[in-house]
C-alpha cells in the first residue's frame, strides 16, 4: 500500500503539470471553497497534498477493484447506526460524494447488506464492460442512469433495500436544478431529494477516506425527514451544505479536479 500511494502521489503531481485543464479545474475549485470558507478549515491542508492525493485515490482503485479481501483493511464506525435504520423497513439511500475511496464505500456496505448503486457509464462498450467487471462484488449491483434504472432505484427502496448515489455528480439538463455549493451556483442532481420524497427512505452520509493502515469508513443517518410536502429547493441546498461540511473536514481527500460547476449536456 504504501509503494502504491507513492506512485500514485507521483501520478497526481505529473497531471498537475502536463495537464492546463485538469490544472485549471483543481485551481479554480480549490480556491472557490476557500473563498467560501468562514473558518478557516482550507487551512489545513496544501493544495499539492490534495494534487498528490488525487492520484493516490486513482492508483489505490486498482488494488480495491482486485483484491478480493480488501474490506479486511477498513475500520468501519455507524455501521450499527445503519442495520438499525435499515429496520425499519422504508430502505436507506447512501450518498458518498468525490470523496476519497468512493469505489471502496458499495463494498464496505455490501459486506453487510445487499446495495444497488447507480452509475453513468462510460461512452465505449469496452470500458463499460471492464468497468462492470471490476465493479462487481458480494451483495452490489448496478444500474444505469437513465430511466429503466430510476425506476429500479425505486423498487428497490420500496421493498426496503438499499441504494448509492454520487450526490455531486453533474446530471443531464432537465435532471438538476442550479443551487449553491462554496457560494457559487452548481447544477445539483435532484433525484437524491425526489427519491426520498416518494419513498420516505432515510438518507446516510459515508466516506472512506485513507489511514495509515488503509481507510477509515464512518457512517451517519442525515437529520432530514423527507415526505411529498418536504421542499425541494431546499433540500437542495441542505444536501450540498452537508456535502461541504465534508469536504471541509476532509479537504485533502476531495477530488478537486473534478468539474463541478460545468453546464449540463
Known amino acids: 500500500m504504501p509503494v502504491l500511494r507513492w506512485f500514485g502521489k507521483g501520478f497526481g503531481l505529473l497531471m498537475w503539470v502536463l495537464s492546463k485543464r485538469y490544472r485549471k479545474h483543481f485551481e479554480d475549485n480549490w480556491l472557490q471553497a476557500k473563498k467560501a470558507d468562514e473558518t478557516g478549515r482550507m487551512d489545513k491542508c496544501s493544495i499539492l497534498k490534495a494534487v498528490g492525493n488525487s492520484g493516490q485515490i486513482f492508483f489505490e482503485t486498482t488494488k480495491i477493484w482486485t483484491q478480493s479481501d480488501i474490506t479486511s483493511l477498513v475500520e468501519t464506525k455507524g455501521v450499527d447506526l445503519i442495520r438499525e435504520t435499515i429496520k425499519l423497513g422504508k430502505g436507506l439511500i447512501f450518498l458518498t460524494p468525490h470523496l476519497g475511496s468512493f469505489e471502496l464505500a458499495p463494498r464496505v456496505v455490501g459486506k453487510f447488506m445487499p446495495l444497488t448503486v447507480m452509475y453513468r457509464p462510460p461512452k465505449r462498450d469496452d ?62 442532481n435532484t433525484l437524491v431529494i425526489r427519491l426520498a420524497k416518494l419513498t420516505s427512505a432515510p438518507i446516510a452520509w459515508v466516506s472512506c477516506v485513507k489511514s495509515s493502515k488503509g481507510w477509515k469508513f464512518s457512517a451517519e443517518i442525515w437529520n432530514q425527514k423527507f415526505d411529498k410536502s418536504t421542499d425541494e429547493n431546499e433540500s437542495l441546498i441542505e444536501l450540498n451544505r452537508k456535502i461541504e461540511q465534508l469536504i471541509y473536514e476532509y479537504p485533502e481527500e476531495y477530488l478537486w479536479g473534478y468539474d463541478r460547476f460545468k453546464m449540463p449536456k
Open 127 to 188: 470500458l463499460n464492460e471492464l468497468l462492470v467487471y471490476f465493479r462487481d462484488f458480494q451483495n452490489v449491483s448496478m444500474v444505469k442512469t437513465n430511466y429503466s434504472g430510476v425506476k429500479s432505484l425505486i423498487k428497490f427502496l420500496k421493498s426496503g433495500n438499499c441504494i448509492g448515489i454520487l450526490p455531486d455528480q453533474v446530471p443531464d439538463r432537465g435532471a438538476g436544478k442550479w443551487t449553491p455549493f462554496f457560494a457559487k451556483l452548481a447544477y445539483t
